[in-house]
């Protein structure tokens, strides 16, 4: 405690999620403890979203399930933004912490073989200090006691997600990834993790060259993803 309370008077006390400086003994700033924009009640399998804020109409996708502890809004979007853009590292620990809990619950009866993440290519490599997924992947690993091999590659550029629409996206992806030459993967179970889904076209993308190279089942985990507010007809609708 004593060494605690002088690295308090050194470094200060800062809030997990998004780094402001706090009093002494919290643990979260105000905001963070009453505007964690945590997804509740009963799931989209589709989707993740909850069921509340689902507007995906039950789109198939390639994964077999996804889980993801919070939607990319509030405090969270401040949280993840800090963490891949303003090099906070140290970040990944409790945004990985939250999206193991929610692994745990939402794919309790599935023994998992091993986690992967999506990769950057070697051009985004040389440019980041560290791979988001990566750093999160390796942190769950850890909590759920499931190895890392990154078995997913990404020899090829594709343009910057967040400027592009959906339906450019899915053209912009194709093709993007592989997995590496001396990959097992049959009749494998594989966590594929992600910091945010928001068409959920990269992790689609990623799934399917995972099948195609003989794994059984793709089940997806990020930390956040998007789910636009119900407009008045969807809640009109059942
Ligand atoms: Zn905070
Ligand atoms: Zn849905």
Known sequence: ???????????????????????????????????????????????GAGKDRCTCKNAKMKYDGISAPFYYEKTIEKSIRK?????????????????AEAVKND????????????????????????????????????????????????????????ISSAFYRQGNVAGAYDVSENADLHGKTVLLVDDIKTTGSTLNECVRVLKIAGAEK?????????????????KEKP
């Open 1 to 47: 405690m004593l060494t605690d309370f002088i690295s308090y008077l050194i470094f200060g006390n800062h809030c997990k999620y998004c780094g402001e400086l706090i009093k002494f003994g919290e643990a979260l700033c105000n905001e963070c403890k009453t505007d964690l924009p945590r997804i509740t009640g009963e799931k989209c399998k589709y989707c």
């Open 107 to 162: 794919f309790k009866d599935i023994n998992f073989d091993f986690i992967d993440f999506i990769p950057f290519s070697k051009n985004q490599d040389k440019k980041r200090k560290y791979n988001p997924a990566g750093e999160i992947a390796k942190e769950m690993s850890k909590i759920l006691g499931i190895p890392v091999k990154n078995v997913l590659t990404k020899p090829f550029e594709t343009e910057t997600q967040h």
């Open 83 to 99: 963490y891949k853009f303003a090099d906070k590292q140290y970040i990944a620990k409790v945004l990985a912490e939250d999206t």
């Open 218 to 234: 793709v089940y997806c985990a990020v930390v956040a993803l998007t789910a636009k507010e119900k407009s008045k007809k969807d």
